[in-house]
């Protein structure tokens, strides 16, 4: 009986820490969620800029331009941009409120 109840216990504090939210951390190499929210706003703006000028006549090059100075302004590379989206591409949850948070910056745009 008295195992019964030490089984009972353990599966009830199972279960507990079971359902807790897991903390997900940031690695350092990766955009915190604020950072990375306003390069994304940057690019969607660019990238909106950028078909706009496309209709005006063809310039093929424009986007990487446009990237590569939407990183200097944020103060990183390609590479920082390309290991922070694999990063966030992997934690679809987090995403989501980097993506609320865009959405937010874009209405604030209006």
């Keep these: 009986m008295n195992s019964l109840r030490v089984l009972a216990c353990l599966i009830?504090?199972?279960?507990?820490?079971?359902?807790?939210?897991k903390r997900t951390i940031i690695?350092?190499?990766?955009?915190?969620?604020?950072?990375?929210?306003?390069?994304l706003t940057d690019i969607r703006l660019a990238e909106?800029?950028?078909?706009?000028i496309r209709t005006k006549g063809n310039i093929a090059d424009a986007p990487d331009s446009l990237y590569f100075l939407?990183?200097?302004?944020?103060?990183?590379?390609?590479?920082?941009?390309?290991?922070?989206l694999d990063w966030y591409s992997d934690n679809p949850e987090i995403l989501?409120?980097?993506?609320?948070?865009?959405?937010?910056?874009l209405n604030?745009?209006?």
Aim: hydrophobic residues 40%; proline residues 2%.
């Design 96 to 105: 989501k409120e980097v993506d609320q948070m865009v959405l937010e910056n």
């Design 70 to 84: 939407i990183f200097r302004q944020h103060n990183i590379d390609r590479e920082d941009a390309r290991r922070s």
């Design 48 to 52: 909106s800029n950028a078909k706009l």
């Design 12 to 21: 009830v504090v199972l279960s507990l820490f079971g359902c807790a939210k």
């Design 108 to 110: 604030r745009l209006r």
């Design 27 to 39: 690695p350092d190499d990766v955009l915190g969620k604020e950072e990375f929210a306003a390069l």
